[in-house]
């Protein structure tokens, strides 16, 4: 089988990764630089280990996160009101959720397609599809051009080959939320998610990504869709943290260093209902679903996508029957979870929700993250 994947972030890598591995030749074609890749940090939970575990990448990059097993909820002056341990690992011995930087998880999934067989090739971009006969022609913006059994579009929230397929009225809508990101030195008191919340409903979060980083986000609330100017985010950022007494937030404001990646962007969501695909052309990951950020899946979603693909495609003889498939099992997992993120997202937004309803909704996400899929 001849796949091609436009989009190598997490999704089309974990999915480059799987086909090859069983004998597919693959090709994925990323816009960006490879040196553009991110600075933040993520959070892979336990469902997404457990997707990895499958087609063998879920050691390597516990190896190479900090794992971690509670959500530490605590007021804005740092006064802990509630420890939860999440409900399970991978595998006995596992710790339930990782945190890693975006950048060294990109590299190893890159290092692992490539070791399976997958071309993967930077600043590409597919600028023409042409389907007949149960087979997809492309052209490539490096000149090149092939015709494939499969494009996979893996191009993110804002995928290109989705408004070409499914037209226009598909795009991600605006949470209310936009979201800052900043790496720090990882404070002694951080050994999982730990979230400060304020009595109306702000939230500065932290999550460790090795012994020395760890990622403090805040979540703003903002009824427009706003971009913050990119010289003046530290200056944004410490403002926003003002109301925070917490120690570790306090040094993460002290401490605050050019050097470290500061970002805001404005949190967008979207889910598309099944079919994913059409005729030999399917979605996957952010392309068909993304996620508002509260229970840091996404990305696990996205991987999940991936090995599920890989599966229906092993299953079945007809490439369709196996897009069907696909669509169909993976809609109905992700939308209880897009719902619950965007409740937790929603309820931040309304002062008048208490604290542990939001996260009694936070838990029954983790809940239905842990079942089988
Ligand atoms: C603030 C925030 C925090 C988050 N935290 C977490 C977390 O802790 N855990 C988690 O699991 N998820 C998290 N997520 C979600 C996660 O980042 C996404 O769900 C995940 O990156 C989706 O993977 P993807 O491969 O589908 O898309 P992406 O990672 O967006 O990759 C798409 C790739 O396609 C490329 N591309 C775009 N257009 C084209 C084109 N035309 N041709 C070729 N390539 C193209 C892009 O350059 C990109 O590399 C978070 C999201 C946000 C906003």
Not at 39 to 66: F, W
Not at 125 to 139: C, F, L, M
Not at 186 to 209: I, K, Q
Not at 346 to 365: F, L, R, S, Y
Request: aromatic share 6%; proline share 5%.
């Amino acid at each position: 089988m001849r796949v091609i994947i436009a989009g190598g972030g997490i999704g089309g890598l974990t999915l480059a990764h799987g086909l090859a591995r069983s004998g597919a030749e693959v090709r994925v074609v990323e816009a960006a630089r490879r040196q553009d890749r991110l600075g933040t940090g993520i959070t892979l939970l336990e469902n997404a280990l457990r997707a990895l575990d499958r087609i063998g990448l879920a050691d390597p990059i516990v190896a190479s996160g900090s794992g971690w097993s509670v959500v530490s909820t605590r007021d804005a002056a740092g006064t802990v009101l509630h420890d939860q341990a999440l409900p399970k690992a991978y595998k006995p011995g596992a710790p339930p959720a990782v945190g890693i930087m975006r950048t060294h998880l990109g590299e190893l999934l890159e290092e692992h397609a490539r070791a399976s067989g997958a071309s993967i090739a930077f600043e590409t971009t597919i600028e023409r599809v042409e389907q007949r006969d149960g087979a997809v022609s492309v052209a490539l913006s490096d000149g090149d051009s092939g015709t494939y059994d499969l494009l996979v579009a893996a191009d993110g929230a804002y995928s290109r080959t989705r408004t070409q397929l499914f037209g226009d009225d598909r795009r991600p809508v605006y949470s209310g939320q936009g979201v800052w990101r900043y790496t720090i030195p990882r404070p002694a008191d951080v050994n999982g998610l730990t979230l400060h919340r304020t009595s109306d409903g702000e939230v500065v979060g932290a999550l460790p990504l090795s012994e020395d980083d760890c990622y403090l986000f805040y979540l703003e609330n903002t009824a427009e869709h706003v971009h913050m100017p990119p010289e003046r985010l530290g200056e944004l950022l410490r403002d926003r943290l003002a109301p925070f007494s917490a120690p570790m937030i306090r040094d993460a404001v002290e401490g605050m260093d050019a050097s470290r990646h500061i970002s805001f962007r404005p949190i967008d969501h979207v889910l598309l209902p099944a079919p994913w695909h059409q005729g030999r052309v399917v979605l996957l990951g952010d392309a068909a679903h993304a996620l508002t950020p509260q229970l840091t899946s996404g990305g696990g979603m996205a991987i999940e996508d991936a090995v599920v693909l890989c599966e229906e495609l092993d299953a079945h003889e007809d490439v369709e029957a196996a897009l069907e498939a696909y669509g169909t099992r993976r809609a109905e997992r992700v939308r209880p979870i897009y719902e619950h993120s965007l409740a937790i997202c929603k309820a931040e937004q309304d002062a008048a929700i208490p604290d542990e309803q939001t996260v009694g909704i936070m838990m029954n996400g983790y809940a239905l993250l842990a079942q089988p899929f």
